[in-house]
């Protein structure tokens, strides 16, 4: 197993060793699609800048800027193959043992630590929805360990398991440069699957006369087949699709579109391509399903829609909004900072806890 860095030193006073995992099938930071890896990149450089000695375990090709530890040099080909998470898992645990705190983003991860009677402090940030499914893996999880929701509403789906607390997913703004959205086009940017809303976006779109680019991840066989089989069909001059885009080509789209169109059809528990828009400046029109609510300000930094209609209506007023005001909501309350802040004073009250509390 390769390795860059030490971070096997003590700690400086009121600092923390603190592992992180990352899930093994995008490197740390993306280079294409990739929010939870995103997430993880951001709050790894924070806690670092913070003084705390971090150790990453992800991928060998990562280029997140603290030590990194990996059992794959490079993602494996078969994505959510359950072998392969379990091999990074069982690495990753055995590698991470002088940690004060372990922070889990896998799913296999906390059952691997249950099951092979791992003793250090565990926060596992659930980055999936909760299912009918999920939601007793995690109500067991909870019992050794303390989970993360990512919205409020993540969390209203999961009654029956015992989350320790909700914090919304953060970014650095420096990251993302602002535009005036003179680029004459609306943008969609995600993956292709039904639940992701692409067509009604590009409904939207053409209900108002607006010409759309789709930039989307298609990968898996399922993701392949839908576009080709109910994307594809609708695309014209009017509705171009420009393949998945990395970090800048995604900054450059963002900046340059009047808005982002985002008709989600289903309960996600985030959204982070919501955050990235607003850090460019750039207004969101979304339907209320999930977190949505919770990171667009209906009137503000976007506006929130019923169906193609409404959104049509809401993608010819976007001119209206101020763009800065986009921008001030992600260097404001959606930042990287005030994400590391909260999970920070989590891993403080986790590790006071010991193993006499699991809920913080």
Not at 45 to 51: D, E, P, T, Y
């Amino acid at each position: 197993m390769e390795q860059t860095g030490s971070g096997d030193g003590e700690p400086r006073d009121g600092h923390l060793r603190v592992g992180l995992i990352a899930p093994p099938w995008v490197p740390v930071p993306p280079a294409g699609y990739g929010g939870t890896e995103g997430v993880v990149d951001s709050l790894a450089r924070g806690l670092a800048r913070r003084g705390h000695d971090v150790v990453l375990f992800t991928t060998g090709d990562a280029s997140c800027p603290v030590p990194r530890r990996w059992v794959f040099d490079r993602a494996p080909a078969q994505m959510n193959a359950s072998m392969s998470e379990c091999r990074h898992v069982q690495a990753a645990y055995e590698t991470l043992t002088s940690c004060d705190l372990i922070h889990d983003h896998t799913t296999l991860g906390p059952i691997w630590a249950r099951a092979s009677g791992v003793r250090t402090p565990l926060v596992v940030t659930m980055h999936n929805p909760f299912t009918v499914e999920s939601r007793p893996v995690m109500g067991f999880v909870a019992r050794h360990a303390h989970v993360v929701a990512i919205s409020h509403d993540h969390r209203a789906t999961a009654p029956d398991v015992d989350v320790a607390a909700v914090i919304h997913h953060g970014l650095d703004a420096e990251q993302f440069s602002v535009g005036a959205g003179s680029g004459g086009y609306a943008l969609f940017l995600g993956r292709f699957a039904p639940e992701k809303g692409v067509l009604d976006a590009i409904r939207i779109a053409r209900l108002a006369g607006v010409p759309l680019v789709l930039a989307a991840k298609m990968r898996s066989p399922e993701e392949r087949a839908y576009f080709t089989e109910v994307v594809q069909p609708e695309l014209d001059d009017g509705a171009r699709y420009v393949g998945e885009v990395g970090p800048l080509e995604r900054d450059t789209l963002l900046r340059d579109a009047t808005a982002l169109v985002n008709p989600i059809a289903w309960s996600e528990p985030f959204g982070l391509v919501m955050i990235e828009a607003m850090a460019c400046g750039t207004p969101v029109v979304a339907y209320p399903n999930g977190a949505a609510p919770e990171i667009v300000r209906d009137g503000v930094t976007g506006f929130l829609v019923a169906d193609p209609e409404a959104g049509a209506h809401a993608l010819s007023q976007v001119g209206t909004l101020d763009r800065g005001a986009c921008r001030a909501a992600v260097c404001g309350y959606f930042s990287a900072d005030r994400m590391v802040d909260q999970y920070e004073d989590l891993y403080r009250r986790v590790v006071a806890a010991g193993d006499a509390g699991r809920t913080a």
